[in-house]
């Protein structure tokens, strides 16, 4: 699994990894089968079921966008474990925006943590990792 946490309002860090991935799972070919790619939002509150719905699709790849209540939200981030924090801006859809890990999580058929790769790493990179674990 390639899990990323973000939300779909991020103007930058967000779009530019799940892109990212977009372009692994398609460079994967036939072995794309074998790595299921995971969107899951840090903003319950303006990624309700129907936007990410409206979300993913922008990106294909077959990633699945997971969202939940802020305490399922709160409990699952403390298991994986990554950041996230609410900052007031004026000029941000809903005059919030959101702090938060930009690493690309690995985790093997197993589920267990596997690799990460910061924001910013090449596609190239996380391909040819992820190529050598297939």
């Keep these: 699994m390639l899990v990323f946490f973000g939300f779909a309002n991020c103007p930058d860090i967000c779009p530019t990894t799940l892109a990212e991935?977009?372009?692994?799972?398609?460079?994967?070919?036939?072995?794309?089968?074998?790595?299921?790619?995971?969107?899951?939002?840090?903003?319950?509150?303006?990624?309700?079921?129907?936007?990410?719905?409206?979300?993913?699709?922008?990106?294909?790849?077959?990633?699945?966008?997971?969202?939940?209540?802020?305490?399922?939200?709160?409990?699952?981030?403390?298991?994986?474990?990554?950041?996230?924090?609410?900052?007031?801006?004026?000029?941000?859809?809903?005059g919030y925006t959101m702090s938060h890990t930009s690493h690309l999580l690995l985790f093997d058929p197993q589920a267990g943590f596997a690799d990460s790769w910061p924001y910013g790493t090449a596609a190239e990179e996380i391909l040819a990792d992820l190529k050598a674990r297939l």
Excluded at 27 to 43: K, R
Excluded at 67 to 78: C, L, V
């Design 21 to 94: 991935v977009a372009a692994v799972m398609e460079s994967l070919g036939d072995q794309s089968s074998d790595v299921q790619p995971i969107f899951i939002s840090i903003d319950p509150e303006r990624d309700t079921p129907e936007a990410l719905a409206e979300f993913m699709p922008l990106f294909g790849a077959g990633i699945v966008g997971l969202t939940g209540t802020p305490d399922q939200i709160a409990s699952t981030a403390e298991t994986f474990p990554i950041f996230y924090e609410k900052i007031e801006e004026a000029s941000a859809p809903g």
